[in-house]
C-alpha cells in the first residue's frame, strides 16, 4: 500500500521506525526552510517536519493546504514544550526523509476554517471538499455507528435483514411518487417506493416473522429542513404482535444506540400522549418535551367572559387557547408584543395576552377577567404572581393549533428549556384513522391505507369514518417525529372495507391492490411495525438543525442537486427508447437564489 500508517495511528511506542504516510495537508509552517506540515486524514493528524539535512525541501517549494502529500520518515519523540496535548498524536513528529505530492490542488473555492458559515450553495457544490471537514466527517461516523449498532441489536433478537424492490407498482400511499418509465413495456411506468410498507406485510404472510430493513425511500413531495425526497429508513416489521411488544422493541433500541453513541442513560419506558391530548396540551402531534409548556382550552368559558373577539371565534366553530409563560410577566411590553407576528404568519388576527403582578391582573384581557368567568380562566391557567399568559382565538380551530405550536416553539426558545443535547423521547397514539380531504370532503388515511382500526371504533367504520381511531403510533425525540407504525389489518374483508370508505372502488383496488388482497386471503398472521426516519435521528443525535448536513449529497429545497446538476434534460434518442415525449413548460418569470434554498 501507499502508506504503513493512518494520521491517527501514530504514538510514542512507534518512536524509531520508518513510516509511511499519506494525507491531505491541513496547514504548513515555514521557518526559513524548516517547514511543519499538519498532515490530516479521517483518522486524525499528524506533524510531519521537512528539514533541509534530511530532504531536498527545494523539490516541494509549492506546498499548499489540501495537496496530497505521501511523506516517508522516522518516528521520534517532539523536544519537550513542543508536544500537544490535544492531538493524540501530539507526542511524537514524523522526520521525513523523502516527499512526494501524489495529488495537487488549485486555491480552494471556500475557506474550511470557516466550517459551517460558508454559504450552503458553495458548500453542496463542492460537497466532496465539505465532507473532509473534521465535523463532517464527524457526523457521517455518527450515522455509520448507528446503522452498526442498529443491525446488531435487531439481529441478536432474531430479525432477518431482507432486501425489497426499487421498481415497483404506483400505489397510493400518501404523497406523489416518482415514475420511472420502461423501456421494455412501452407506455408503462415504475414506481421508486414511498416505503416498503406491502412488501412488509407479504413477509409476515411468507413466514419472516421478525423483519428488518436500512432502505431507501422516495416521496415527490415539497421539501423542508427535515425532508428530502429520497431519505433512508430502518424498517420494521414482526408477527403475532401488539402495540405494547413494538414499542417495548423500539425502546430498548433507542436506549440502546443512545447509550452506545453518546453515552448518555435514556430512561424508560417512553412518555405516552394520544394524538387529542397532544393537539390540546401542546398544539403539536409531535410535542418537544423538553419544554414544560403546556396550552390549555378556553373555549368554554369564552362565551361568559365578555370579550367579543373570543365569543366570536367561538360562535363561529372555532376555539379560544391559552399557554402559560411563567416568569414572562417580567418582560416589557415590548418584548411581550414582539411574538406576536408568529400567530399571524399562521393565519390568526392578533395575539391577545395577560400578566399577574402584585397588583393583579395588567394588560388586553384583564378587564374581562372580573367576572366569574374571569376567576375561572386564572385559575385554570395556574398563573402565578410575575407569570404571563397568551390567547389565541380564531374561527379556524386549525388556526388556533399551529399558530400555538410555533409560539410555544419560541417560548421553549426564549425561556432556554431546550437545552443542546437532551434527549426527551415519547410515544403519541390513538391517531385518527382518517382525515378529511379539504377539497372532495371524503376521509382519506391519516397514516396509510394498511393501518388497522380500533376494534371498538369498527361499527362507525361505514357511517361515521372521521370518529374511528387507528391503532397506529409515532415516535417523537424533540418535537421531531422520528418513527412512525401501526398494527396493520390482515384480513381481507376488512382491508376491502377501508379500501370503499377512501372511496376506492372494488375495481380499483383490483387494480391497484390485487397482490395484497389475495395474499390476505391465505393465512395472513396479525402483525404490526414501524419505519425510524434513519436521517432525523442522526440529526438529533449530532445536534445539526437540517437532515442535509447528515446526507452525503442532499437536494436543495427545490429537489435539485447542486454538485451533479441533478435532474437535467436528457436526448431525444433516450425518450424515444422509453416511449416519452415532454409536452413544453413555461417557463418562470425569475429563479430563486438556491442558496436560500439550502
Known sequence: MLRSHTCGELRAAHVGQEVTLVGWIDTVRDHGGLRFIDLRDRYGRTQVTLSPDSIDVNSLESLRSEQVLQVVGRVETRPDGMKNPRLETGEIELIGTTASILGDCPPLPFDFSRGDQ??????????????????VQKRFQLRSDLQHEIRNYLHQRRFIDLETPMLTKSTPEGARDFLVPSRLNPGELYALPQSPQIFKQLFMVAGFDRYMQIVRCFRDEDLRADRQPEFTQLDLEMACVEEDDIMELLEGLMAHVVQALTGKQVETPFRRICYEDAQLRYSSDSPDLRSDLEIFELSDLALEMGFKVFSGAVEAGGAVRAIRVPGGGEWSRKEIESLEAIVKNQGAGGLAWMKRSDQ?????????CENEAGAALVERSGMEVGDLCYFVADASKRIVINSLSFLRKELANRLGHLKPGALEFCWVTEFPLFDEDEESGLPVPCHHPFTSPNPEDLERLESAPLSVRARAYDLVLNGFEVGGGSIRIHQRDLQERVFEAIGLSHEEAQSKFSFLLEALKYGAPPHGGIALG???????????????????????????????GAPTGVSDAQLDEVGLQLAPIDEPDAEPNEGENC
Open 534 to 564: 434513519i436521517d432525523r435521528l442522526v440529526m438529533i443525535l449530532a445536534g445539526d438543525e437540517s437532515i442535509r448536513e447528515v446526507i452525503a449529497f442532499p437536494k436543495t429545497q427545490r429537489g435539485t442537486c447542486l454538485l451533479t
Open 118 to 135: 460558508v454559504n450552503d450553495e458553495l458548500r453542496f457544490q463542492y460537497r466532496f471538499l465539505d465532507m473532509r471537514r473534521a465535523e
Open 360 to 368: 393583579g391582573l395588567a394588560g388586553p384581557v384583564a378587564r374581562f
